[in-house]
């Protein structure tokens, strides 16, 4: 069976520090993967998408970027973190347009 | 651009109420629409696909239908239990350009007290 992996759960980073978020699917080749923030009291904005290795859209131009160095890894980074950065972020996959989508169990961060 | 709206926004009901959750989008011309469930802190569960092609969906005391012309989804939950308590978000798959990203409402807070 297919399980998202996504770590690490919490992490609190001063501003102007380094990120990197990461995401792994395990059990099928060739997902459709996603970034998504959650901020508090708002729903849930699509940071990026990737079809394959190396293809990576973004949706909204902003302090970080993805990187998908491998089938079923997702990398999400930041060079210098701001404290508009802090929100709980979500890494999901899918096997193709009409299939399911599955969410990993989310980063907690917090830029202070 | 697609919008979604679920209502209401939070609800609370006593346990072995049956209730329905509301979800309503505004472009009809999506491949499916993806019911999930969110505990406090944790990531989202999926409980439905719906496709664009299908009425209705069932799984245990879930039930959710789709009327895709008028851009509503419900979700139906039977007999209610505190082990529901979670917010549920509603979400419409696109395809296309958007390479089958999901546009999600802001979810309705459910609280089921015994």
């Known amino acids: 069976s297919q399980t998202i992996h996504q770590w690490p759960a919490t992490l609190v980073q001063p501003v102007g520090s380094p990120l990197s978020l990461e995401c792994t699917v395990e059990?099928?080749?060739?997902?459709?993967l996603y970034w998504y923030r959650q901020a508090a009291g708002r729903g849930l904005q699509l940071l990026f998408y990737s079809v394959g290795i190396g293809q990576i859209s973004s949706e909204v131009p902003q302090n970080l970027s993805a990187s998908r160095p491998q089938d079923r890894q997702f990398i999400l980074s930041s060079k210098k973190l701001l404290l508009s950065d802090s929100g709980f972020y979500l890494c999901?996959?899918?096997?193709?347009?009409?299939?399911?989508?599955?969410f990993g169990q989310g980063t907690r961060l917090t830029v202070v | 651009k697609q919008e979604v709206t679920q209502i209401p926004a939070a609800l609370s009901v006593p346990e072995g109420e049956n209730l329905v959750l509301n979800c309503s989008f505004t472009?009809?011309?999506?491949?499916?629409l993806q019911w999930f469930r969110q505990d406090p802190g944790k990531g989202l569960t999926s409980l439905l696909l719906?496709?664009?092609?299908?009425r209705e969906q069932t799984s245990g005391r879930l039930n959710a239908s789709l009327d895709k012309s008028s851009g509503r989804s419900t979700l139906y939950i039977a007999a209610s239990q505190p082990g529901d308590s979670a917010t549920y978000l509603c979400a419409v798959g696109k395809g296309g350009s958007t390479l089958g990203r999901l546009y999600f409402g802001r979810g309705t807070q459910l609280t089921v007290w015994p």
């Open positions: 059990g099928t080749s060739n997902p459709n």
């Open positions: 999901a996959w899918r096997g193709g347009l009409n299939t399911e989508a599955f």
């Open positions: 472009d009809s011309a999506i491949y499916n």
């Open positions: 719906i496709q664009s092609s299908q």
